[in-house]
Nanobody
Framework: QMRLEESGGGSVQAGGSLTLSCAASGGSRFIGWFRQASGKEREGVAAIYTDSAGGPAYYADSVKGRCTISQDNAKNTVYLQMDRLKPADTAMYYC??????????????????WGQGILVTVSS
C-alpha cells in the first residue's frame, strides 16, 4: 500500500508563494495534486508523469501560469510550487498517485492512493 505524505502548507497573504511537497513510499506512474475548498467538490490542480524524467505534466486552467509541478526521483518526492496565490486558492490540498495513465482533465477517480491532505489558507 503506497503512502503519501504532504508537507509545506500554511497561511500566506494574497500574492505570495508556497511550495507543497508530496513524499511517496513507492513508485508510481503519475502523482497529482488536488484541492477541496469548503463546500465544494475536489478538483484537480496538477499532475506529473513520475515513471521517468521528461514525461507530461498537466495543469488545471485555474492555476496555469501560477503553479509548477516538479519531481525529484531520487527522493521520490513531487513538488507543487504555487505563486501569485489568491484567496480562491484556499483549500485542503491532497497528493494522489496512480500506476495507471491519466488524462489532462485530472479526474480524482483516476488516482487510487491519497494523502491525508494539508491546509493552504490565502488571506486578502
Amino acid at each position: 500500500q503506497m503512502r503519501l505524505e504532504e508537507s509545506g502548507g500554511g497561511s500566506v497573504q494574497a500574492g505570495g508563494s508556497l511550495t507543497l511537497s508530496c513524499a511517496a513510499s513507492g513508485g508510481s506512474r503519475f502523482i497529482g495534486w488536488f484541492r477541496q475548498a469548503s463546500g465544494k467538490e475536489r478538483e484537480g490542480v496538477a499532475a506529473i508523469y513520475t515513471d521517468s524524467a521528461g514525461g507530461p505534466a498537466y495543469y488545471a486552467d485555474s492555476v496555469k501560469g501560477r503553479c509548477t509541478i516538479s519531481q525529484d526521483n531520487a527522493k521520490n518526492t513531487v513538488y507543487l510550487q504555487m505563486d501569485r496565490l489568491k484567496p480562491a486558492d484556499t483549500a485542503m490540498y491532497y497528493c494522489a498517485a496512480t500506476m495507471g495513465w491519466v488524462d489532462p482533465f485530472l479526474h480524482p477517480r483516476q488516482f487510487q492512493y491519497w494523502g491525508q491532505g494539508i491546509l493552504v489558507t490565502v488571506s486578502s
